[in-house]
């Protein structure tokens, strides 16, 4: 039975976890944000969900906890570094630091990171260019799960895509953050875990190619790319950026400690008056928000931003003081509780 979980109870639960497996405290909190501010905004398969993956990756010695950044190589608007293996919102989040001071200094900065790991959700690195007025594209590579078109062989990741383009006059950002399957692979683990079948309209096959809604099958199985040929495409061209680029493992390679990642922050005022550029993305908003016209709509009544339905969730989550949390990780966050011998997470009520 999905609960309610105080949004506060639930970062302090998320710290005292990562500092118990040897995280400082500035660290900690940091991946707990991350992990928050992705649950807020109703992205619950890349939050507190992963909190069990990542204190299994530190304990098992596959995960730093005391990683730190190590610039190899840097010039006016481009820097690579090295992760350390550490957590990747941690060693991400450090990074992003590096390449968006240098983006504003010089109008664009490439970034380009090797050794690090699952950073969760995508957007946050993004969106944390755009709080600074600068567009951001970030990309990563992933544990081997879609194969190239013709084939049933792993050899790329489900690696996703985050862009974010800044507004003014307190308008939220606009954001694209999405991988390449057509549903986030963590809701076939949750459907798992719980004992529940997935739709087959997702396209999971199994390994001779049939259709399956059996979601152990289905992870074990073909798992399908948006847009077929197009996703696969896409996949190897995120391999290439965000893998071979910074010198990082890529393709089938890429394992825990071993993920490549691409940051591009650039001013747009560098290209295009700022002037222009603000008019014309509230000019494109209104554009979207119009075309759900009584003519052109499809029955729900709006059209909306890409990002937009999760800014919405998070103001809601907010006001709301809480977020809901299915029993599948309540029950996962019990049992770290277990393990670290820390408090459980202080529960509210069923939702």
């Not at 875990?193 to 199994?206: A, H, L, M, Q, V």
């Not at 006001?319 to 820390?342: C, F, N, Q």
Request: one cysteine or more.
């Amino acid at each position: 039975m999905a609960q309610l979980i105080n949004i506060r109870s639930a970062h302090l639960f998320a710290k005292a976890a990562f500092i118990k497996v040897g995280l400082c405290e500035e660290d900690a909190m940091l991946i707990a944000e991350n992990m928050i501010w992705a649950d807020m905004r109703g992205i619950d398969t890349h939050g507190l969900q992963r909190v069990s993956w990542y204190v299994k990756w530190i304990l098992d010695g596959l995960a730093n906890p005391s990683a730190k950044i190590r610039v190899l190589n840097q010039g006016p608007s481009f820097v690579l570094g090295d992760g350390e293996g550490g957590l990747g919102q941690v060693v991400a989040s450090q990074f992003c630091e590096i390449v968006t001071e240098k983006a504003l200094e010089e109008g664009l900065c490439l970034g380009l990171l090797k050794n690090s790991n699952d950073w969760g959700c995508g957007a946050w690195y993004s969106c944390r260019g755009t709080k600074k007025g600068l567009v951001g594209i970030t990309l990563t590579t992933s544990i081997p799960m879609l194969a190239p078109w013709g084939s049933k062989a792993r050899l790329f990741g489900n690696n996703p895509i985050a862009c974010a383009f800044p507004r003014k006059d307190g308008h939220d950002p606009i954001v694209y953050d999405g991988a390449l399957t057509p549903v986030a692979l963590g809701k076939v683990m949750r459907a798992k875990s719980e004992g529940k079948e997935i739709p087959k309209e997702w396209g999971f096959r199994d390994l001779d190619g049939k259709v399956t809604c059996d979601p152990g099958t289905a992870l074990k199985g073909i798992i399908p790319a948006i847009g077929g040929y197009k996703g696969i495409g896409l996949a190897l061209v995120t391999n290439i950026l965000a893998g071979i680029l910074p010198g990082a493992a890529h393709s089938s390679s890429v394992e825990i400690g071993k993920r490549g990642q691409f940051f591009l922050f650039l001013n747009p005022e560098i290209v295009c008056n700022p002037d222009y550029y603000y008019h014309s993305i509230e000019e494109l908003a209104m554009e979207v928000a119009e075309a759900a016209s009584e003519e052109n709509s499809l029955g729900n009544g709006e059209a909306m931003l890409p990002g937009e339905p999760e800014w919405r969730k998070m103001r809601e989550t907010e006001t709301l003081g809480s977020i809901v949390y299915p029993s599948s990780v309540l029950e996962s966050l019990d049992r770290v509780a277990k393990k670290l011998e820390i408090d459980e997470v202080e529960k509210g009520d069923q939702a």
